[in-house]
T-cell receptor, first 116, second 113 residues
Framework: DAGITQSPRHKVTETGTPVTLRCHQT?????MYWYRQDPGHGLRLIHY???????DKGEVSDGYSVSRSKTEDFLLTLESATSSQTSVYFC???????????????FGPGTRLTVL | GENVEQHPSTLSVQEGDSAVIKCTYS??????FPWYKQELGKRPQLIID?????GEKKDQRIAVTLNKTAKHFSLHITETQPEDSAVYFC????????????FGKGTLLTVNP
C-alpha cells in the first residue's frame, strides 16, 4: 500500500460538535482527495487539493471544509457534525509525475465516523 | 459534469464461471478508466485501468475493454475464485488539468464455491 495513513480510524461523536479527520502521506504526491462512502452511493468526492494551500470543492462539499498547509497533510473538518455525515471517509493521493497525464489514485485505510 | 453508471449492482456466479461488469460514462473527453476492488472493511485497491488510446487490456484473469464510440467500458473476470468476492468500482477521468475521478456506484460480486 502507498504510504497513506488516516487518523482517527474510528470516531463516535455527537451532533453539533466539530470533527477533524487527518490524512497523512509519505509519497510526496501533489494531489490529495477526500471521499465519503455510503451504501448505494459509491465513492463521492468531498474536496480535493492540487497543491499546498490549493483546494477545490467536489460534488458533496456542503458542511465540510479542508486545509492543506504542507504537502503531506490534508485535513477534513466538519464544523458542526450532523447525523447525515455518518459515513466512511477515505483519503486518496495521486501524482501526474508518476502516472503521466492519468489520474491513478491510491486510497488510505479509511475513517469510520458515527454522529449520534 | 461526468456521470458514470455501473451495472449490475449485484452479481452472483459459481466458482470457475466468468463475471462481467459494465459501465457507461457521459463525458466524451474522459480518457482514463480505472477499476477498483474493495474487500469488506478494506480500502479500494486499483486492480486494472485502461486509457483511451487502447481498446483492451489484460492482466492474468482480468481484462478491461473500452468502446469510446459508445462510451462504455467493461471488466471481465475469468475463472472466478472465492477470493474475487468483493465490491468493484469503475471510474472515469479526463486527462490534463482535471484531476478528479468520477465513480460508479459499485457492483457486489459474490463467487459461490
Amino acid at each position: 500500500d502507498a504510504g497513506i495513513t488516516q487518523s482517527p480510524r474510528h470516531k463516535v461523536t455527537e451532533t453539533g460538535t466539530p470533527v477533524t479527520l487527518r490524512c497523512h502521506q509519505t509519497e510526496n504526491h501533489r494531489y490529495m482527495y477526500w471521499y465519503r462512502q455510503d451504501p448505494g452511493h459509491g465513492l463521492r468526492l468531498i474536496h480535493y487539493s492540487y497543491g499546498v494551500k490549493d483546494t477545490d470543492k467536489g460534488e458533496v462539499s456542503d458542511g465540510y471544509s479542508v486545509s492543506r498547509s504542507k504537502t503531506e497533510d490534508f485535513l477534513l473538518t466538519l464544523e458542526s457534525a450532523t447525523s447525515s455525515q455518518t459515513s466512511v471517509y477515505f483519503c486518496a493521493i495521486s501524482d501526474l509525475r508518476t502516472s503521466g497525464a492519468y489520474n491513478e489514485q491510491f486510497f488510505g485505510p479509511g475513517t469510520r465516523l458515527t454522529v449520534l | 459534469g461526468e456521470n458514470v453508471e455501473q451495472h449490475p449492482s449485484t452479481l452472483s456466479v459459481q466458482e470457475g464461471d466468468s463475471a462481467v461488469i459494465k459501465c457507461t460514462y457521459s463525458d466524451s473527453a474522459s480518457n482514463y478508466f480505472p477499476w477498483y476492488k474493495q474487500e469488506l472493511g478494506k480500502r479500494p485497491q486499483l486492480i486494472i485501468d485502461i486509457r483511451s488510446n487502447v481498446g483492451e487490456k489484460k492482466d492474468q484473469r482480468i481484462a478491461v475493454t473500452l468502446n469510446k464510440t459508445a462510451k462504455h467500458f467493461s471488466l471481465h473476470i475469468t475463472e472466478t475464485q472465492p477470493e474475487d468476492s468483493a465490491v468493484y468500482f469503475c471510474a472515469a477521468s479526463k486527462g490534463g488539468s482535471n484531476y478528479k475521478l468520477t465513480f460508479g456506484k459499485g457492483t457486489l460480486l459474490t463467487v459461490n464455491p
